[in-house]
């Protein structure tokens, strides 16, 4: 080729590049095109999806082709264990209330909480993400767009392409039953660029790796990995896959038989026509596998064996303003007070610091019977110090400790009286011992486990005096401005409450606005009035009626 010839093709090459008819991205094509997980981004996704449309590179946009997940191999169970207490994840964990019957109280009936659709899966900002959205210990759910590019023609490094793309979801499904744990699968809003490409064939299968017992992965052979065109893909999208643990024997360092497995989606797609293979994996999520014996419910409920997913921490919610959870009032709003006000709690210590609201320390089980030394430390102390806070115990009443004995927490076993007791009722005290054994049942918290306390109470959030009349000037202002910030995340409503002065007043709430016109938020306020939530500061209290000219005082409750 003489040098004339060559110059002669730069100069085209560059014009094409200059006047935008091949663009920079184009001109670094890949001609064995590639496969993409789409950003969690809807504005990205439809960007990507035109390109893919024009037969453009996705590279365009800057994200990158996916990579497929390599086998890690196997880890220790305490590297394991910690992994999963690393993770910043929680989750709310309800169960039903304690039941009241001749045997006294009693669990409430077991019940499974799943991910029912694709569509709740998908509702989930976290469906999207890194990590996928666990719902729960038997839930989980990952959601993306996937898109394949196959190359069509390649001149000079610069390539067409056809495309194919949906969005995958998966979702398991763990067990309080057995050692088994279940992904279904759908694929939704199927697209090819091309009707060549409904012959292209996609194999979808769920990849796992055992991590602590070579029996921690076994997939059931009835639900094999599926390869369908994706003509018959978009006729049945759907698909599951079936894993079991083999259970190992007890040891001294795994006496509940403890395993682990990883597991991803690996999506291989081929166009035989033109010679084109890609695979691209999801992400991985990890599954806890257990023979834990203790998993019990009073009276008669068993949970011998279990799969759950594992990389989250449990919160325990206590809706103590549910009428049918009234029996637990008295101890949830100890557990509460305890955590929100440590130095006002007996026993009296400077500096105590109580652990298991959600962003602190969480509390980690101890199961008694296993430590029972430590258990009965926890107990024996316990006691100790109720008798000489609080004496005798009255009739119908009980000593409350919180944390739990049966935590790492306890009283004698966090080893600086970090602890808190309160005379609670009889009932209250068992229902509450009933309900907590119930709860790690459920949730499967094993020896050591963490989780975190929530006790869905009204909480205070803000408290205004209010004079009886406007102020002194003011058309509507009786009070100085006051702020609702802060709010529980179970709180759905506020609660005005007068607490002192004419309890039968009525009041508006508006907002200071400096550079315009008041706003009222909200009108005709009394007692026990209950309103939506606003957050914001510069509020106040106006416009007082039925109030004789007396000040008045409000508190601003949030309640779920």
């Known amino acids: 080729m003489s040098r004339l010839y060559k110059h ?28 993409y997980w789409l950003p969690n981004d809807k504005e990205k996704i439809e960007k990507a999806t035109e390109l893919m449309k024009q037969g453009k590179s996705i590279g365009e946009l800057g994200i990158n082709p996916d990579q497929t997940q390599p086998k890690e191999g196997f880890q220790t ?26 045997l006294g109280w009693t669990a409430p009936d077991f019940e499974y909480d799943h991910i029912q659709t694709v569509s709740e899966c998908r509702a989930s900002p976290k469906s999207g993400s890194e990590t996928g959205y666990i719902k729960n210990r038997y839930s989980f759910c990952w959601s993306h767009v996937a898109t394949y590019q196959v190359p069509v023609k390649c001149h000079f490094g610069i390539c067409l392409y056809e495309g194919v793309q949906f969005q995958f979801t998966e979702i398991g499904y763990g067990s309080n039953e057995s050692r088994k744990m279940r992904v279904y699968y759908t694929l939704d809003d199927i697209k090819v660029t091309h009707p060549s490409l409904n012959g292209a064939k996609l194999k979808i299968d769920i990849v796992c790796e055992a991590k602590l017992n070579p029996g921690d992965c076994k997939p059931d052979p009835r639900f094999p990995p599926t390869e369908k065109t994706i003509a018959q893909w978009k006729n049945s999208n759907f698909g599951n896959e079936i894993f079991l643990s083999e259970e190992p024997p007890a040891t001294e360092a795994n006496p509940d038989r403890v395993g682990y497995m990883e597991f991803w989606p690996k999506l291989t797609i081929k166009h035989a026509p033109r010679k084109f293979t890609k695979t691209i994996d999801g992400i991985r999520q990890t599954v ?57 709690t007996k026993p009296q210590v400077l500096g105590k610091k109580i652990p298991g609201a959600v962003g602190e320390r969480p509390l ?48 004698a076993t966090n080893g600086q009286d970090w602890f808190s007791i309160r005379m609670i009722s009889k009932d209250s005290n068992e229902a509450a011992g009933t309900w907590l054994g119930a709860w790690y049942a459920y949730t499967r918290i094993l020896d050591h486990d963490p989780f975190y306390v929530q006790v869905e109470a009204p909480e205070k959030i803000a408290t205004i005096r209010s004079e009886g009349q406007p102020q002194e000037g003011q058309d509507n202002r009786s009070s100085d401005n006051f702020s609702i910030q802060d709010i529980p995340p179970y709180a759905t409503n506020l609660e ?11 009041f508006d709430v508006m907002h200071d606005d400096s550079f315009g016109i008041d706003e009222t938020i909200f009108n005709d306020l009394q007692n026990k009035s209950k309103t939506e939530i606003e957050i914001s500061d510069g509020l106040y209290i106006a416009n007082p009626e039925n109030t004789d000219g007396k000040s008045f005082t409000v508190e601003v409750y949030a309640i779920p």
């Open 8 to 35: 002669l093709i730069s100069v085209v090459l560059l014009l094409f590049l200059v006047t935008g008819i091949i663009t920079p991205a184009q001109a670094q094509s890949d001609p064995s095109g590639e496969g």
């Open 77 to 102: 169970l305490d590297e394991l264990r910690k992994e999963d207490q690393q993770s910043s994840s929680t989750y709310e964990v309800n169960i039903g209330p304690p039941e009241f019957t001749t």
């Open 288 to 344: 806890r596998f257990d023979s834990a014996k203790y998993m019990f419910a009073f009276p008669d409920k068993y949970y011998p064996r279990g799969a759950v997913f594992s990389k989250a921490t449990p919160v325990m919610e206590v809706p103590i303003t549910e009428p049918e959870f009234a029996a637990l009032e008295e101890a949830g709003e100890h557990w509460k007070f305890a955590m929100e006000n440590p130095e006002q």
């Open 364 to 411: 980690t089980r101890m199961y008694s019977k296993r430590h029972r030394d430590k258990y009965n430390r926890n107990r024996d102390k316990t006691s100790r110090v109720c008798k000489r806070e609080f004496g005798k115990s009255p009739p119908g009443k009980q000593c409350d400790e919180y944390p739990f004995a049966s935590t790492w927490q306890g009283s």
């Open 496 to 506: 005005w409450r007068i607490v002192d002065g004419p309890t039968d007043a009525k």
